[in-house]
T-cell receptor, first 115, second 113 residues
Framework: DAKTTQPNSMESNEEEPVHLPCNHS???????IHWYRQLPSQGPEYVIH???SNVNNRMASLAIAEDRKSSTLILHRATLRDAAVYYC????????????????FGKGTLLTVNP | NAGVTQTPKFQVLKTGQSMTLQCAQD?????MSWYRQDPGMGLRLIHY???????DQGEVPNGYNVSRSTTEDFPLRLLSAAPSQTSVYFC????????????FGPGTRLTVT
């Protein structure tokens, strides 16, 4: 499985933008970049995904480097509710099937939001 | 929609006991899966199902059984609980196996003494 590298923790202030980085230097051409987050004592929650182009949705934006070896999840105005562990996940949609399509969660980045 | 529901929320078992963790979804999703999350580690896939009557193993299947008799339900059975199975268990579902978004339940916290 292609690996991702994220900082263990980051801190932000409420109502400021947050940029969460993810390195994935061994990404393959069929790997999609997914972001999930896990609020305290809850199950993971889908945030956003992308392949090559930058993506926006109501929760966040995803900026993907031109060589696809890194990406950044952008929360435009952090709120206290955004305090969570954020997971950057590569998901290969090009091969095999079965458990190849599983989501492989690493340790993620713990985001703390200060009031 | 209730989404993905799991019962119980908490459970304590003694070594050797068996039990079933329940998972249900009301979104008519084909794909369902079970993960476990241990302290300081990411989620690991236990078993998954691509539709009623079809199940397969994930990366850590030993000690667990699953079945999928209906689209809605995907129970996880612990045959003979061991302390190593102390963990938080999450059930997830998605429209299909290839769907971009998976929906997770709130989890079951299991302690085996």
């Amino acid at each position: 499985d292609a690996k991702t590298t994220q900082p263990n923790s980051m801190e932000s202030n409420e109502e400021e933008p947050v940029h969460l980085p993810c390195n994935h230097s061994t990404i393959s051409g069929t790997d999609y970049i997914h972001w999930y987050r896990q609020l305290p004592s809850q199950g993971p929650e889908y945030v956003i995904h992308g392949l090559t182009s930058n993506v926006n949705n109501r929760m966040a934006s995803l900026a993907i480097a031109e060589d696809r070896k890194s990406s950044t999840l952008i929360l435009h105005r952090a709120t206290l509710r955004d305090a969570a562990v954020y997971y950057c996940i590569l998901r290969d949609r090009g091969r095999g099937g079965g458990s190849n399509y599983k989501l492989t969660f690493g340790k993620g980045t713990l985001l703390t939001v200060n009031p | 929609n209730a989404g993905v529901t799991q019962t119980p929320k908490f459970q304590v078992l003694k070594t050797g006991q068996s039990m079933t963790l329940q998972c249900a979804q009301d979104m008519n999703h084909e794909y369902m899966s079970w993960y476990r999350q241990d302290p300081g580690m990411g989620l690991r896939l236990i078993h998954y199902s691509v539709g009623a009557g079809i199940t397969d193993q994930g990366e850590v299947p030993n000690g667990y059984n699953v079945s999928r008799s209906t689209t809605e339900d995907f129970p996880l059975r612990l045959l003979s609980a061991a302390p190593s199975q102390t963990s938080v268990y999450f059930c997830a579902s998605s429209q299909t196996q290839l769907a971009y978004e998976q929906y997770f339940g709130p989890g079951t916290r299991l302690t085996v003494t």
